[in-house]
């Protein structure tokens, strides 16, 4: 009982000393100064790259057919979905006063639903857009007052719901790809 004890507390201090020696080398990539700004966008860009990869590998999975269908009328098809993330990704930005790349037809970009070809060249320059956008953002910036749709909020907020919209979607994606008999190409 007692040399249960006694390694079991020796387990617990040598975590603790680990964990001690550990924290300031994972904070150190905030730097002086820098409020953790820089970092949170790189984390958030983390996230946008990895909805991006996921949605380009189902898209490039889905057969062009699949690309018109739908669970039912009343819902977006497989390519109306790819393209809603695509719109989001241009639209998102301008609430906080970032226009999208001349050329952009937002209200025109479901007309393509079909074509899986250009969904997937939409899908890719809007991430690339996305990309320029949270980059071009200072840091100063990301506590700066915006309108959300669910009230007021900051241009970090903004950022960090481009990341989620393309993770929600993403899902509706798989779910349709299921529904579908398609498997997404990570998780076969």
């Known amino acids: ?4 004890l006694h390694r079991n507390l020796s387990l617990v201090l040598a975590l603790a ?4 020696v ?14 953790g700004g820089s970092a949170i966008k790189a984390e958030i860009l983390g996230q946008i790259n990895d909805a991006e990869k996921k949605l380009l ?11 018109g269908w739908r669970p039912t009328d ?4 497989t390519g109306e979905v790819f393209l809603h993330v695509a719109g989001g990704n241009y639209f998102l ?10 050329g952009v037809d937002m209200q025109g970009m479901d007309k393509m639903a079909g074509d899986k070809a250009k969904v997937i060249e939409a899908l890719k320059k809007s991430f690339d857009h996305v990309r320029q956008v949270v980059g071009a953002t200072a840091d100063a910036d990301l506590d700066k007052p915006i309108k959300l749709f669910s009230g007021d909020g900051t241009v ?6 481009i990341a989620t919209h393309g993770h929600e979607h993403l899902g509706q994606a798989i779910a349709y790809a299921r ?5 997404p190409p990570w998780s076969s």
Not at 1 to 4: A, G, L, P, W
Not at 17 to 20: F, H, I, P, S, V
Request: hydrophobic share 35%; charged share 25%.
């Open 57 to 67: 590998q189902l898209a490039e999975a889905t057969p062009e057919e699949k690309f």
């Open 1 to 4: 009982m007692k040399k249960t």
């Open 17 to 20: 000393l680990a964990g001690a």
């Open 93 to 102: 930005p301008t609430l906080w006063g970032v226009k999208p790349p001349e």
């Open 74 to 77: 009343k819902v977006r098809s």
């Open 22 to 35: 550990a924290r300031p080398a994972l904070a150190d990539h905030h730097t002086e100064g820098q409020g």
């Open 156 to 161: 970090r907020e903004g950022i960090l719901l």
């Open 179 to 183: 529904m579908s008999g398609i498997t």
